[in-house]
């Protein structure tokens, strides 16, 4: 599958490679070590990385100006649905491929290069340089790693394999970077986010099926001086709590009028909830976008009975 991937990358002198709204590290970190390896082995291909950039990720990588193309590749990395694929139009390209490591939604009409085990989109892109042989270097080895270490929130997932670490310990020995900066880069942050993340452990509510949440609130918001992107992400700051098995942050989102619900589980799957409300996701990692706090406030409602069951079940279980 690796070497068809090579093929059509072969046969097209203009490849666009874009992923997902609302960019995170990986699918960043994806895009842009994949265009920078295509550059690399393939100097006289034109390769665009696309997308709304994000001023919290700018000193991870620039990103290019979206321009027409003909005749071009389209890869997407880390995004199973064609709706949530950052500024493209699939009519514009003559082939399209697609790298992600979500539980498949949609055929994107190409070459498919999914694996949901893996932990990131990353951890598949290392696959396919350390078994393709392509070269790469220090530079495209950090972007690699801050991806994977991004999407497995610092190896807390049973994605964190021995084949994973294998494979960071193969990229970090021949293409060395700084651990130390990596991480200052990833996780360097302001006051303000930690007030707000304090705000958000004393505001928690808490079920008796062990269902955290909490709506963050424009207001709230502009109280912390912090943005409604970053409050959003706050939501992985709050696992390991003992009497929380479920969590999750409704944040009101007013520049795009919706409520962003994100929702986290060391319990039960709670994917499939999401997609309920046409949201998706992994099977511990899930959200949805809603027009209303009561909308959002359903999904609470949803997720606190599915606990209730498990809770149930976990309690038979013991007996
Ligand atoms: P979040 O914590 O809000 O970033 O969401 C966690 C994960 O859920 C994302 O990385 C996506 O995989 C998925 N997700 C979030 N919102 C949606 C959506 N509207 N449609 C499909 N998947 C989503």
Do not use: H, L, W, Y
């Given at each position: 599958m690796y070497n068809s991937l090579i093929e059509v990358i072969e046969k097209y002198d203009t490849i666009v490679i874009a992923r997902h709204i609302g960019v995170d590290p990986d699918a960043l970190c994806s895009q842009l070590a994949l265009r920078d390896t295509i550059r690399l082995n393939y100097p006289n291909k034109k390769v665009l990385a696309i997308g709304t950039g994000s001023a919290k990720f700018a000193h991870i990588g620039r990103l290019d100006k979206l321009e027409t193309v003909e005749n071009a590749l389209l890869i997407v990395t880390?995004?199973?649905?064609?709706?949530?694929?950052?500024?493209?139009?699939?009519?514009?390209?003559s082939s399209i491929v697609k790298i992600d490591h979500h539980p498949?939604?949609?055929?994107?009409?190409g070459l498919e290069i999914i694996?949901?085990?893996?932990?990131s989109a990353c951890e598949i892109l290392m696959r396919i340089i350390y078994s393709t042989k392509l070269e790469i270097d220090s530079k495209i080895s950090e972007l690699l790693y801050m991806g994977v270490v991004s999407d497995s929130n610092r190896f807390l997932?049973?994605?964190?394999t021995p084949a994973l670490f294998s494979l960071i310990s193969y990229f970090l020995a021949k293409y060395p970077f700084s651990i130390s900066e990596c991480y200052q880069k990833l996780y360097l942050r302001p006051m303000n986010e930690v007030r707000l993340e304090g705000y958000i452990a004393l505001n928690m509510k808490v079920t008796e099926n062990g269902l955290g949440y909490i709506p963050i609130t424009n207001d709230v918001i502009l109280q912390f001086g912090v943005d409604s992107a970053s409050a959003g992400n706050m939501?992985?700051?709050?696992?390991?709590?003992?009497?929380?098995v479920v969590w999750v942050t409704m944040t009101e989102d007013v520049k795009n009028s919706q409520i962003r619900v994100s929702i986290r589980s060391r319990?039960?799957?709670i994917n499939k909830i999401a997609e309920k409300y046409h949201g998706g996701g992994h099977k511990f990692a899930s959200g949805a976008r809603v027009k209303t706090m009561e909308e959002a406030m359903q999904i609470v409602n949803d997720l606190d009975h599915l606990l209730e069951k498990y809770q149930s079940e976990v309690e038979t279980n013991d007996n």
């Open positions: 880390d995004t199973p649905d064609k709706k949530r694929v950052d500024s493209v139009d699939f009519s514009q390209f498949f939604m949609e055929d994107f009409g694996d949901d085990e893996a932990s997932f049973d994605s964190s939501i992985n700051n709050f696992n390991f709590i003992k009497e929380v319990g039960p799957e």
